[in-house]
């Protein structure tokens, strides 16, 4: 993960006639959240206060200012949640109010100025199924889950791309991390000379374009993987050996980048299975 996210938080004092309102509002900048059901709850030339009033207007528990004002007016669990994106200041309601502080939220590496954060899933994952809906294009997306071994016996992590004409997925910094934090993959970040070493790779049905290592874009150093077949799949795998009832932190960044023609995705998209 590789950013510096800076949370401010601030407070706007209301006076109406002798009663002091005091509401705290968070912020966090080069961040944008996205949400499922808002996204629509645009308003154009505010200046980020004036966005703010109309946000505490609206009764909205969040807001994104950059060149445009949008709402969010509740949160839900479909949501896609905060991203890295720049020039874009998030802000929220603080709820119950509490005093002023400003927190710095660091992660462990270092930026590129297309990374993007979405907040941690806690799920055990065995399969999940990623979707242009659930990514946002162009730039790099990380997906974190937890993966609860059953028994102890060896695991495979499989990452199959439908990919379809004109668009393209890439896939970085695959992470599985064990409980002392030993990185159990070898190569998650495709960056190993012989770029696919560690992965299981193939691809099934026609695959008239290409796929395998890249560096056309990547989300650490150099080199990522990619899938761009028109007709069929291809999958990268590797496997190793996991200890009953121990929990892995399974974390990757993938980047979709969409077709120019739009309706061409077809049902592109990323399966994730672990078993
Ligand atoms: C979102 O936009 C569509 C079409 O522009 C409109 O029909 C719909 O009512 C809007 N939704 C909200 C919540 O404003
Ligand atoms: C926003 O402001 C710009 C420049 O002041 C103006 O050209 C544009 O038409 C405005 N847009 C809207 C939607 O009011
Ligand atoms: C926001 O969502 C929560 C949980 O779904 C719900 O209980 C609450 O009523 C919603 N608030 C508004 C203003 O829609
Ligand atoms: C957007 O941010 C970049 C740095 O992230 C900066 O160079 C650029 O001037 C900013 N653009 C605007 C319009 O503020
Ligand atoms: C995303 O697209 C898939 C089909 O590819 C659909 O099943 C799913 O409901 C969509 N999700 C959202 C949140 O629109
Ligand atoms: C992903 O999984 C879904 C349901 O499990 C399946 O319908 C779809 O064909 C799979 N896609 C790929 C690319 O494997
Ligand atoms: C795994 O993820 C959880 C939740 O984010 C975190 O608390 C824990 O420290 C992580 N474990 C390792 C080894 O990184």
């Given at each position: 993960?590789?950013?510096?996210?800076?949370i401010?938080?601030?407070?706007?004092?209301?006076?109406?006639?002798?009663?002091?309102?005091?509401?705290?509002?968070?912020?966090?900048?080069?961040?944008?959240y996205?949400?499922?059901?808002?996204?629509?709850?645009?308003?154009?030339?505010?200046?980020?206060?004036q966005?703010?009033?109309?946000?505490l207007?609206?009764?909205?528990?969040?807001?994104?200012?950059?060149?445009?004002?949008?709402?969010i007016?509740?949160?839900?669990?479909n949501?896609?949640?905060l991203?890295?994106?720049?020039?874009?200041?998030?802000?929220?309601?603080?709820i119950p109010?509490?005093?002023?502080?400003?927190?710095?939220?660091?992660?462990?590496?270092?930026?590129?100025?297309?990374?993007?954060?979405?907040t941690t899933?806690?799920?055990n994952?065995?399969?999940?199924?990623?979707?242009?809906?659930?990514?946002?294009?162009?730039i790099?997306n990380?997906?974190?889950?937890?993966?609860r071994?059953?028994?102890?016996?060896?695991?495979?992590?499989?990452?199959?791309?439908?990919?379809?004409?004109?668009?393209?997925?890439?896939?970085?910094?695959?992470?599985?991390?064990?409980?002392a934090?030993?990185?159990?993959?070898?190569?998650?970040?495709?960056?190993a000379?012989?770029?696919?070493?560690?992965?299981?790779t193939?691809?099934?049905?026609?695959?008239t374009?290409?796929?395998?290592?890249?560096?056309?874009?990547?989300?650490?150093?150099?080199?990522?993987?990619?899938?761009?077949?028109s007709t069929?799949?291809?999958?990268?795998?590797?496997?190793?050996a996991?200890?009953?009832?121990?929990i892995?932190?399974?974390?990757?960044?993938?980047?979709?980048?969409?077709?120019?023609?739009?309706?061409?995705?077809?049902?592109?998209?990323?399966?994730?299975?672990?078993?």
């Open positions: 993960m590789l950013m510096l996210l800076t401010k938080i601030f407070t706007l004092l209301f006076f109406l006639f002798t009663h002091v309102y005091s509401i705290h509002i968070g912020s966090v900048s080069n961040a944008i996205l949400s499922s059901n808002d996204l629509n709850q645009t308003y154009s030339n505010l200046t980020c206060m966005c703010s009033c109309l946000a207007r609206l009764n909205a528990v969040g807001w994104n200012c950059n060149d445009q004002c949008q709402m007016l509740n949160y839900s669990q949501d896609i949640g991203l890295h994106s720049s020039n874009t200041t998030y802000s929220f309601l603080i109010p509490q005093r002023s502080t400003t927190t710095t939220l660091t992660s462990s590496s270092s930026s590129t100025s297309t990374t993007s954060l979405t899933t806690t799920v994952l065995k399969s999940t199924y990623i979707a242009p809906n659930t990514t946002v294009a162009n790099w990380l997906n974190f889950y937890s993966y071994a059953m028994t102890s016996t060896t695991v495979t992590v499989k990452f199959t791309f439908q990919a379809a004409s004109g668009c393209q997925w890439y896939i970085d910094d695959v992470s599985i991390l064990d409980p934090g030993n990185e159990r993959l070898i190569n998650g970040n495709f960056e000379p012989s770029s696919l070493s560690g992965w299981s193939g691809y099934s049905g026609f695959c374009f290409t796929y395998g290592s890249t560096s056309n874009q990547y989300h650490s150093t150099s080199h990522s993987y990619y899938s761009s077949c069929g799949t291809t999958w990268i795998s590797q496997s190793f996991a200890t009953s009832d121990k892995y932190n399974v974390s990757f960044w993938v980047y979709f980048n969409p077709s120019s023609t739009p309706f061409a995705y077809g049902n592109t998209g990323v399966n994730v299975t672990i078993n």
